[in-house]
């Protein structure tokens, strides 16, 4: 397990930035609205409604902003999809997948991997990076939706249900994922045992 010490200092900094994220930067934006959730938080996604009220919160402290002269809450939130929600999804995959792999490499070397765990590595690799374009996509819909452009039209109400799509697939993917995780691991801890003498 020596040789996997980059993936497991990956998960670290993932860790690092999501909490960040989680605990600063996301907070900051949806005090200046009104302590409304941003749609990258909401797991069941935004419904027409929720949308709305998002978008009538943008909408009023854009005014607001623009009338002090300070960055808005909007310009923060496509800020924050151009920085660290830029570099978050990519590295949240890559770990993913390498904690996959290392469920995999933890097992026993007495014992052949069976066949069932390389397919289940293969699906979560897969699993793992289908969630990487789902929170990607989900981000430029997000921007398209309350980015500072598009506050001075009205809401696009067409992109509303596929905004929650994205979020809901973003989500379910990283559940699978962990779920597939679980399996090789326990697989991993089983095999193990298997191995061990008896006394």
Known sequence: MKRLWPGWVLCGLTIV????????????????????SLPDTVVTGYDHDAARTLYAAFTDELAQSEAAGRQSASAAYVSMHAGSDLLFPPMLAASLA???????????????????ARITLGIAFAVAFTYLGFDYVENAVADALFGPPSL?????ADLVPVLR???I???LAI???VALILSLWIGALRSRRRERPET
Not at 22 to 34: D, K, L, Q
Not at 152 to 156: A, E
Request: hydrophobic fraction near 55%; glycine fraction near 8%; aromatic fraction near 12%.
């Open 17 to 36: 930035l999501f909490v960040y994220m989680a605990a600063f930067e996301a907070p900051a934006i949806s005090a200046r609205i009104n302590g409304t």
């Open 98 to 116: 390498f904690l996959a792999f290392a469920g995999l490499n933890a097992r026993g070397r007495a014992n052949a991997v069976p066949r069932s």
């Open 152 to 156: 001075k039209l009205t809401l696009n």
């Open 165 to 167: 799509v994205l979020t």
């Open 169 to 171: 697939g973003k989500y």
């Open 175 to 177: 559940a699978a994922a």
